[in-house]
C-alpha cells in the first residue's frame, strides 16, 4: 500500500466507536484523532449534551420542510447567530461547507448587483461548481472546466495586490482567515483589515470561508475575531454540528435584503438542527475556544521546543497547526498512524495538518509531541 493510498483511499485501519479526543476499533485499539474526523468534532467524539439533543428530537420529529417553525430549529438560529461576531443578524443552514460557500457567492453577486469574484492562491472553497471556481488547485478543478467565470486569484497575503484587484465591478472577496487546505498558510498582520477596507470602498461583499477555521479552534469562536474583522458573510460547516453534516452561512442586514431566493430541501433539518444548538451552546458555556487557545500554545510551544531544525516551521493558531516537514506529510501521516496509533492528516506535500477536538488537554498535547518527535527524527536519520 502506498502513502497515496493511505491518506486519500481507504485506511488499513476500521473504526468502531469514539469517545472525546479517542477513536477505537473493533479490538479495543485506541487512536488519538488529530485529524481523522477533519475538525467536525470540537466536543470530541460522542460528547453526552450532543447525544442527548440528537436522540431526543429524532423520537419527536426527524423532517418537516424549513417553512413550518419548529423549536430545534429556532434554538439553532438563535444560538448561532449569537455566536457570530456583531453586526452578522441572518443566517441561513445547509448542509456542508462548500454549500454554504456556493450561497455565500450567490448572496454577494445578487446584493451587489455585480459579477466579480476575487479570491486567493492556495485557497480552497469547495467541490460545487460555484465554490469550485474559487478553489485555487489544478487537481480539483481541471475535470470539470469550464467553471462559473469572472474569478481572479490574487496571492494570498499580499495588502496591496489584493487591493488593487478589487474594483466597481467586485462582488465579492473570498478568504479563509487561515488557509486550511492550502497549508496551514497564516497571513500578516494586517491582511484581513485590508481586505474589509477595500471591499468597504468597493461596495463589494467579504465573505470569510470559516468552514475549518470556526468552531473556536483557532481560539476565538471564529477566526476574524482574533483579527477584528467582521465580514459581510460569514460560512462555516465542519464543527458545527458536532459531527452531523450541516453548514451555516451569517450575513449582514445589507447582504440579507438583497439576496435573491435560495433554499435547499434540508435546510435546518430538525435533527440537525438539535446538533447544532447542543453543540454552539456547550462551545460557548464551556468556553472551549479559550482551552484551544490555552493547550494550542502549551502544543505549539512544546513542538517547536522539541523538533527545532528538524522541521522548516510550525504555525497555525489554536487547534489548528501545521508542521511544515523537511520530507513528505504522507509518509508521516503513515507512520503516525501505524506507529503510533495517532490519525492526522497531510495539506499539501510537506504541511503535516492538526486538527485534534478542543477538548484534548495536556497529556494528548503530549503523546502528539512524543509521537511526532519520534517521526521527524526517524525521517531526519535516514536522511
Same mark, same amino acid.
Given at each position: 500500500?502506498?502513502?497515496?493510498?493511505?491518506?486519500?483511499?481507504?485506511?488499513?485501519?476500521?473504526?468502531?466507536?469514539?469517545?472525546?479526543?479517542?477513536?477505537?476499533?473493533?479490538?479495543?485499539?485506541?487512536?488519538?484523532?488529530?485529524?481523522?474526523?477533519?475538525?467536525?468534532?470540537?466536543?470530541?467524539?460522542?460528547?453526552?449534551?450532543?447525544?442527548?439533543?440528537?436522540?431526543?428530537?429524532?423520537?419527536?420529529?426527524?423532517?418537516?420542510?424549513?417553512?413550518?417553525?419548529?423549536?430545534?430549529?429556532?434554538?439553532?438560529?438563535?444560538?448561532?447567530?449569537?455566536?457570530?461576531?456583531?453586526?452578522?443578524?441572518?443566517?441561513?443552514?445547509?448542509?456542508?461547507?462548500?454549500?454554504?460557500?456556493?450561497?455565500?457567492?450567490?448572496?454577494?453577486?445578487?446584493?451587489?448587483?455585480?459579477?466579480?469574484?476575487?479570491?486567493?492562491?492556495?485557497?480552497?472553497?469547495?467541490?460545487?461548481?460555484?465554490?469550485?471556481? #474559487?478553489?485555487?488547485?489544478?487537481?480539483?478543478?481541471?475535470?470539470?472546466?469550464?467553471?462559473?467565470?469572472?474569478?481572479?486569484?490574487?496571492?494570498?497575503?499580499?495588502?496591496?495586490?489584493?487591493?488593487?484587484?478589487?474594483?466597481?465591478?467586485?462582488?465579492?472577496?473570498?478568504?479563509?482567515? !487561515?488557509?486550511?487546505?492550502?497549508?496551514?498558510?497564516?497571513?500578516?498582520?494586517?491582511?484581513?483589515?485590508?481586505?474589509?477596507?477595500?471591499?468597504?470602498?468597493?461596495?463589494?461583499?467579504?465573505?470569510?470561508?470559516?468552514?475549518?477555521?470556526?468552531?473556536?479552534?483557532?481560539?476565538?469562536?471564529?477566526?476574524?475575531?482574533?483579527?477584528?474583522?467582521?465580514? +459581510?458573510?460569514?460560512?462555516? #460547516?465542519?464543527?458545527?454540528?458536532?459531527?452531523?453534516?450541516?453548514?451555516?452561512?451569517?450575513?449582514?442586514?445589507? !447582504?440579507?435584503?438583497?439576496?435573491?431566493?435560495?433554499?435547499?430541501?434540508?435546510?435546518?433539518?430538525?435533527?440537525?438542527?438539535?446538533?447544532?444548538?447542543?453543540?454552539?451552546?456547550?462551545?460557548?458555556?464551556?468556553?472551549?475556544?479559550?482551552?484551544?487557545?490555552? !493547550?494550542?500554545?502549551?502544543?505549539?510551544?512544546?513542538?517547536?521546543? #522539541?523538533?527545532?531544525?528538524?522541521?522548516?516551521?510550525?504555525?497555525?493558531?489554536?487547534?489548528?497547526?501545521?508542521?511544515?516537514?523537511?520530507?513528505?506529510?504522507?509518509?508521516?501521516?503513515?507512520?503516525?498512524?501505524?506507529?503510533?496509533?495517532?490519525?492526522?492528516?497531510?495539506?499539501?506535500?510537506?504541511?503535516?495538518?492538526?486538527?485534534?477536538?478542543?477538548?484534548?488537554?495536556?497529556?494528548?498535547?503530549?503523546?502528539?509531541?512524543?509521537?511526532?518527535?519520534?517521526?521527524?527524527?526517524? +525521517?531526519?536519520?535516514?536522511?
Amino acid at each position: 500500500m502506498s502513502d497515496l493510498d493511505f491518506v486519500s483511499g481507504s485506511k488499513p485501519i476500521g473504526l468502531e466507536r469514539g469517545e472525546g479526543p479517542y477513536l477505537y476499533t473493533a479490538d479495543g485499539t485506541e487512536y488519538l484523532d488529530a485529524g481523522a474526523s477533519f475538525a467536525c468534532t470540537p466536543l470530541g467524539h460522542c460528547h453526552p449534551a450532543v447525544v442527548d439533543a440528537v436522540q431526543e428530537q429524532v423520537g419527536q420529529l426527524t423532517f418537516v420542510d424549513s417553512s413550518y417553525p419548529v423549536e430545534a430549529r429556532e434554538n439553532a438560529y438563535a444560538s448561532f447567530v449569537a455566536s457570530t461576531p456583531d453586526g452578522l443578524e441572518s443566517a441561513w443552514f445547509c448542509n456542508s461547507g462548500t454549500e454554504a460557500n456556493e450561497a455565500a457567492l450567490k448572496f454577494a453577486r445578487s446584493a451587489t448587483g455585480e459579477s466579480k469574484i476575487v479570491a486567493a492562491t492556495r485557497s480552497f472553497h469547495g467541490r460545487t461548481m460555484g465554490a469550485l471556481a #474559487a478553489t485555487w488547485k489544478d487537481k480539483y478543478k481541471k475535470p470539470y472546466e469550464p467553471l462559473a467565470g469572472d474569478v481572479e486569484f490574487v496571492p494570498y497575503g499580499d495588502d496591496e495586490v489584493l487591493a488593487d484587484a478589487v474594483d466597481d465591478e467586485t462582488a465579492a472577496v473570498i478568504l479563509e482567515p !487561515i488557509q486550511g487546505e492550502g497549508g496551514i498558510n497564516v497571513p500578516p498582520e494586517g491582511y484581513l483589515e485590508t481586505a474589509r477596507e477595500c471591499t468597504d470602498e468597493a461596495g463589494a461583499a467579504l465573505v470569510l470561508d470559516e468552514v475549518q477555521t470556526g468552531m473556536g479552534r483557532t481560539g476565538s469562536m471564529w477566526a476574524c475575531q482574533n483579527a477584528g474583522v467582521t465580514p +459581510d458573510i460569514l460560512t462555516t #460547516a465542519k464543527g458545527l454540528g458536532n459531527g452531523l453534516p450541516v453548514g451555516a452561512v451569517a450575513v449582514r442586514d445589507w !447582504i440579507a435584503d438583497g439576496a435573491a431566493s435560495h433554499n435547499s430541501t434540508f435546510s435546518g433539518g430538525p435533527v440537525v438542527a438539535a446538533a447544532v444548538d447542543a453543540t454552539v451552546s456547550t462551545l460557548v458555556e464551556e468556553e472551549w475556544p479559550a482551552h484551544a487557545a490555552e !493547550i494550542g500554545d502549551y502544543l505549539v510551544t512544546e513542538l517547536e521546543a #522539541a523538533l527545532g531544525d528538524d522541521i522548516r516551521e510550525v504555525r497555525g493558531d489554536g487547534l489548528l497547526v501545521g508542521l511544515e516537514l523537511k520530507r513528505g506529510a504522507n509518509r508521516a501521516a503513515r507512520d503516525l498512524a501505524m506507529n503510533h496509533q495517532i490519525l492526522a492528516l497531510p495539506a499539501g506535500r510537506t504541511v503535516l495538518r492538526l486538527l485534534p477536538p478542543l477538548v484534548i488537554g495536556q497529556e494528548e498535547a503530549d503523546q502528539l509531541v512524543d509521537a511526532l518527535t519520534a517521526v521527524v527524527g526517524s +525521517d531526519s536519520e535516514e536522511n
